[in-house]
């Protein structure tokens, strides 16, 4: 291997263990389980919160396509905006549900899905905005 190799995959090595950094003081969301409630799809999120804050309210609004052509927008959320505050302690998980109280339900099976991207996200805590980052997964 020559130099410049050398500095190409040590630079590549820094690069990625400074996402894994990055990714480790966080809050990263993927995708959790979806659920049949009503003959309705109701898809949810885990959030991991690796960052020192607790998290008061934690919403990813995902942009779901169905097989047909139609998109629908969810929200997700860690609990309800105004009610009982359920915070994300440091080194906890807690999964963003779909309040079907406060929602339209998405109309289709979970099988109608053909792609889920992010819209938005809003992260609380303490009554401002997470000093940490938000990374997702849909």
């Known amino acids: 291997m020559n ?3 050398l500095v190409f995959v040590s630079g590549a090595i820094l690069v990625a263990l400074a996402g894994a950094a990055f990714a480790a003081n966080g809050i990263a969301v993927k995708r959790g389980e979806d659920a049949m409630v009503y ?3 109701v898809p ?3 959030a991991t919160n690796a960052s020192a804050q607790a998290i008061d309210f934690l ?3 995902v942009v779901v396509a169905l097989r047909g052509g139609q998109e629908r927008t969810i929200e997700l959320r860690s609990g309800y905006r105004d009610g009982i505050v359920r915070p994300i302690a ?3 998980s807690a999964t963003l549900h779909q309040q079907l109280d406060l ?3 998405l109309g289709a099976a ?4 053909d792609s889920r991207r992010v819209a938005r996200t809003v992260c609380d805590a303490g ?3 997470c000093a940490a980052a938000v990374t997702v997964q849909p």
């Not at 979970?110 to 899905?113: N, T």
């Open 110 to 113: 979970c099988s109608a899905i």
């Open 59 to 61: 919403q990813v609004d």
């Open 3 to 5: 130099a410049r190799g």
């Open 127 to 129: 009554g401002r905005d």
């Open 39 to 41: 003959g309705n799809c």
């Open 90 to 92: 440091p080194g906890a």
């Open 44 to 46: 949810s999120l885990v």
């Open 103 to 105: 929602s339209v339900p």
